[in-house]
């Protein structure tokens, strides 16, 4: 089971209550993260994934939170992000609490274990509308009950306003998770495209990215920006490096500092993770 434990000396197990807990979950990998919120610096950084080929149960990430000596304390605010393929983007003027279940029926499949759940972004002025398994909701209810979950866009969309503000023309992004992966193109800071795609390879990823280039007249010359699972030189990188001239990692930004223990990994890789706790 690959596992990653990124800490700093200064961490104190018995100062929680002056942290801040961000946890990340889903079938795919669990990871959480600890901000010191005195010194406005990450100080932790678990993730664990499950073997190859193999996703996590609701039993096995319930065990992993049980047996965390960080994760059964209390902490000064804990935020919760659940990553999930199946969302959909509803203007804010049109958006109707009550009918948040309809939103997403009308756009994707429902399965029966399903939770449908909303949440405010504010720029763009919407809300994601987006499912999770009932089981694993009701494992972050049973440990955080007064945590509500949101989806990973919610702190992408956040990072990528923050970006996007001062560019003029194309910023296209792609975010990658496991299994399936986001495309966002903004023109002139406003968010034009948004989309998910499932994957198998990286085939299928270079078809969907740079379709999406073509039909919407980007040139290849544009910059094209990664966050999530993939890195320098892999074969996501090596792929594009084909065909788009201009490739970059976003990393997280905010009000926030990260221990020097944290430059051995590639902070893009946790973007969501990292940018939920300035998220509003």
Partial sequence: MPFLELFDET??????????LSVQM???GFAFAILDTIRNKYVLLRSTEPDDNKYFTTDSISDLISKDDFL????????LVMPSPKFTIVPAPLFDPAKKEEYFSFNLNRDDDDVI???KIQDPDA???FSVNRSLSGVASHFWPAIFPVHHTKPLLSQLAHYTKSISGFYVHVHIEKEFFNIL?????TLKFSNTFSYRNISDILYFVLNVFRSMGINHDETLHF??????????????????????FTEPAGSFTFSYV????????????????SCE
């Fill in 26 to 28: 889903s079938p795919d």
């Fill in 262 to 277: 944290f430059n051995e990994i590639g902070l893009h890789r946790f973007i969501n993770l990292f940018s939920v706790a």
């Fill in 117 to 119: 759940i909303a949440n």
């Fill in 127 to 129: 809300y994601s509308v």
């Fill in 185 to 189: 193109v903004y023109d002139h800071g």
């Fill in 72 to 79: 059964t304390r209390k902490y000064k605010k804990v935020n």
């Fill in 227 to 248: 966050s999530g699972h993939t890195g320098k030189y892999d074969d996501i990188w090596s792929g594009f490096a084909m065909y788009i001239r201009n490739l970059k």
């Fill in 11 to 20: 961490l104190d197990i018995n100062s929680t209550e002056n942290y801040e």
